[in-house]
């Protein structure tokens, strides 16, 4: 079986009438399947330079997010509430800590519209809606998905140390690994948290940033208690017409994640992922809005490089809509001490690269 015919079995199942939760993706009828599949392969080859529900950190692995369904009418809480409990129910003596930045609660009352199965203890508990036990359901239904669709030796669910969905997919070419993420979709504002723009910014510009804030967010469940914020829409329309003044942004931004993916951090647990790099470019892109600014390909490409490897040193790379959030908190030092060193070799003599 081809890649895009595991993950499309993978990602858009046919099980989600289970009453937990309502974990269902949009069906499809037979007859388009073949069109949706030449779309994921074409994507999986890199035909296409995004789509706003994957992500491809390195060649080898993907995450996928899975809208969640039955939640509409999305407002921010403004009401402190402190928990006791763990993740199974049990009471706690002190609170569970509040989220860091990119993270938050979510509780079902911030939805004017919520179905009876977001209220039940499966995975409720005490108001609050529990990315551990959403993923519990969803683990299980992501199982009988692939039983069902005799996909058992091609896709496996991986064990996990983390509050994550994991697959590893078989391919006639080599093994992928697949992390699937359920996801609330938040299409009709803007989280209070991403205080974006920042003031006196050239790029993007004011109609652009409308538009983008108007995609609003996601919520993906990746942790024990809080839900991640995710820009994925938003992050796609920055990445859209990037290059519409004639620049050479995207041309940029690709020979850096082929370089990253042949030179500077191989390999298929990568410590620094396109996602990082794609960060880096929106930063770059605020610095330099001038059109003047990505005419020279060379002098571009350098920037770029001096700003990722900036980032790498300091082990620092800052979140481009939630200020506050490090990228780069929680990856290995010494891996990311060991690109610093790579990238500093090729700022010494890059001529080779940009030929």
Known sequence: ????????????????????????????????????????????????????????LAP????????????????????????????????????????????????????SKS???????????EGDLVPAKVLVVFRELVEKSIASCNLSN???????????????????????EVELAPTVEIPTCWPEKARWPRCLKRWPSQEKVQCIKSLGFDLLARSNYHWQLCFSRAEHMLMEGLDEDGG????????????????WCAGNKPVITAYHLQTVLFWTCE??????????????????VQKLHKCVSQHFLKHYFV?????????????????????????????FCLD
């Open 323 to 351: 200020k506050n959030t490090n990228l780069l908190k929680y990856a290995n030092t010494s891996d990311l001490d060991m690109v610093a060193s790579k990238l500093a070799v090729f700022l010494e003599n890059p001529v």
């Open 154 to 176: 091609k896709v496996t669910v991986l064990e996990s140390f983390s509050s994550v969905v994991r697959v590893a997919v078989e391919t006639s070419e080599f093994q992928v």
């Open 60 to 111: 080898s692995q993907f995450l996928i997010t899975v809208p969640l369904r039955g939640l509409t009418g999305y407002r921010e809480s403004q009401v402190r509430h402190w928990r006791y409990y763990t993740v199974h129910g049990a009471k706690l003596l002190s609170s569970v800590r509040d989220p860091e930045e990119l993270h938050q609660w979510l509780e079902v009352e911030q939805f």
């Open 1 to 56: 079986s081809t890649p895009s015919l595991v993950l499309w079995s993978a990602t858009h199942l046919s099980f989600w009438n289970k009453p937990a939760c309502l974990l269902r993706t949009d069906r499809t009828r037979a007859k388009d399947q073949p069109a949706l599949l030449a779309k994921w392969s074409a994507l999986l080859r890199g035909k296409r330079p995004f789509h706003p529900s994957i992500q491809v």
């Open 115 to 125: 179905l009876q199965q977001w209220h039940e203890t499966d995975v409720n508990i």
């Open 248 to 263: 050479c942004r995207m041309k940029c931004f690709r020979v850096m994640r082929q370089m990253k993916e042949d030179v």
């Open 287 to 304: 610095k330099y809005p001038r059109t003047k600014d990505w005419r020279c390909f060379h002098e571009a490409f350098l920037r770029l």
